[in-house]
């Protein structure tokens, strides 16, 4: 397949996001390039970093707010996603921003108590949680959605009545995949939630919820990119219909909300944020009108389309080669730091952009080439046959819409170390930058591969 087609490359300075009424963000981050490469954040022996904009991040929070503001009555907790990205002080910001947390697991639920978020704003989702985890998770306050009937019991053995969680039941509405099978939770035997259309199923939530008063909370993400809003609007509105019918049934208002999980997806082709948060409010409002008069309180989860379009990577270009009439740059970008990129090109191609020496964009007559990471596999390619301003040694590539899952998510093959990752904020001409994670040492690379453990495997005797 031809990838030049299906990613264009940034757009000339000048064009804008839409409806931001910001400067735009490819002119921002060319003079965050700029600036990096000049204070030495990007360089020779600084060859990889990621970058995320506070200030974009701060303005993505307030959209997401108001598009749900315009429902009167609503009452939301906007959590993110701590898994799109995982750091502390990018945790502290959101929280700073009045979000919660979306937390899968003990360490991502640290980093979000580490971050500062009260637990009564923190909601554990998880298709495995051990009993250590409900119990820790009880004690604390923090919302719990259970993934099965299976986890509904553990709680009920678990859980002291005067428990504060607040408890849910995390359902699949069986409305279909999107365009990315790994990404898609409500396929017919996702392995998310219970599944709501097997037989039996619906009179069994219904029973569930009967027995248990301290079940409040309906909960259902159906899929992150690559999901249509029509598919995810459906798929909450079907979660919308089961909490009617629950509370039909009862004849009390026992289910009091609804989390809609999140997975708006983000356009990967060019600078736009689209689709915006309203456009999804207004497809919840087309499926399920009764989900958003303010008899449920909601509760969202987006990762993804908070961050990815406010962050970049640079990669230093270390050199360049031809290879069966094919230009290729090697660059410090590569599986470890775009891991979905390189092991699934289709799925998640990335535009890049090219800069020079001093982090200027480059421009010039374009040409073809393959843009190729530091990991020693093949397949190790970040983008192909991309048409590109020649790159040179020295240069620098940026590889954009990656502030979730990709910096933040680093990838430890061949032991390369994590890079540094830095905010900035601030107007144009004069960023300031802060590191958000160091870059890792070597140090912490042997450590990791069991430095401490450096004779285990010598000094056990087993039969000669
Ligand atoms: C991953 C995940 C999210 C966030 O998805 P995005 O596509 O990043 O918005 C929300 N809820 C749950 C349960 C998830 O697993």
């Known amino acids: 397949m031809d990838e030049t087609r299906r990613t264009t490359q940034p757009p000339e300075p000048g064009a804008t996001a839409r409806g931001s009424g910001h400067a735009p963000r490819s002119a921002r981050f060319a003079e965050a390039v700029r600036q990096a490469v000049a204070e030495g954040l990007l360089g020779e022996t600084r060859p990889l970093a990621g970058f995320l904009d506070a200030d974009g991040v701060r303005r993505s929070v307030s959209s997401l707010r108001e598009a749900f503001a315009t429902e009167p009555c609503l009452r939301v907790l906007h959590t993110f996603a701590a898994k799109a990205a995982s750091l502390i002080p990018v945790l502290r910001l959101l929280a700073d921003c009045g979000m919660g947390c979306e937390v899968s697991g003990p360490g991502e639920l640290r980093l979000a108590f580490e971050a500062g978020f009260p637990p009564e704003r923190i909601v554990l989702d998880s298709p495995a949680k051990t009993r250590d985890e409900l119990r820790l998770a009880l004690a604390l306050g923090v919302a719990v959605n259970a993934d099965s009937f299976g986890e509904v019991r553990r709680i009920?053995?678990?859980?002291?009545?005067?428990?504060?969680?607040?408890?849910?039941?995390?359902?699949?509405?069986?409305?279909?995949?999107?365009?990315?099978?790994?990404?898609?939770?409500?396929?017919?035997?996702?392995?998310?939630?219970?599944?709501?259309?097997?037989?039996?199923?619906?009179?069994?939530?219904?029973?569930?919820?009967?027995?248990r008063p301290w079940l409040t909370r309906l909960h259902a993400h159906v899929g992150s990119q690559g999901c249509s809003l029509e598919l995810m609007a459906a798929g909450i509105a079907e979660t919308y219909r089961l909490a009617e019918e629950i509370n039909g049934a009862l004849g009390t208002r026992r289910v009091t909300g609804i989390d809609i999980g999140g997975g708006l997806p983000v356009n990967f082709d060019d600078d736009e944020v689209r689709p915006a948060f309203s456009e999804y409010v207004a497809a919840l409002r087309t499926a399920a009108p009764g989900l958003l008069d303010g008899r449920y309180d909601l509760v969202t989860e987006f990762g993804r389309s908070l961050l990815a379009k406010n962050g970049f990577i640079g990669a230093r270009v270390e050199y360049t080669k031809d290879a069966g009439g094919r230009r290729i740059a090697l660059t410090h970008a590569g599986a470890q730091i775009a891991t979905r990129t390189?092991?699934?090109?289709?799925?998640?191609?990335?535009?890049?952009?090219?800069?020079?020496?001093?982090?200027?964009?480059?421009?010039?007559?374009?040409?073809?080439?393959?843009?190729?990471?530091?990991?020693?596999?093949?397949?190790?390619?970040?983008?192909?046959?991309?048409?590109?301003?020649?790159?040179?040694e020295g240069d620098f590539v940026v590889l954009y819409d990656t502030g979730a899952y990709y910096f933040s998510t680093p990838w430890s093959y061949n032991s390369l170390p994590r890079p540094a990752v830095y905010g900035f904020a601030g107007e144009s001409g004069a960023l300031r930058f802060a590191p958000v994670r160091d870059a890792q040492t070597l140090d912490s690379v042997a450590a990791e591969s069991g430095l401490h453990h450096v004779d285990a495997l010598t000094g056990l005797v087993g039969d000669r």
């Open 156 to 211: 009920e053995e678990l859980r002291s009545p005067g428990s504060p969680s607040v408890l849910g039941l995390r359902v699949n509405p069986q409305v279909g995949g999107g365009s990315i099978d790994a990404m898609s939770t409500a396929t017919a035997t996702s392995k998310f939630g219970v599944a709501l259309r097997d037989p039996g199923a619906r009179e069994q939530v219904v029973r569930t919820f009967a027995e």
């Open 342 to 392: 390189v092991l699934v090109p289709d799925a998640w191609p990335l535009r890049i952009g090219a800069f020079d020496q001093e982090g200027r964009p480059r421009s010039g007559p374009q040409m073809v080439q393959d843009v190729a990471g530091p990991c020693c596999f093949a397949g190790d390619v970040v983008a192909r046959a991309r048409e590109l301003p020649e790159l040179r």
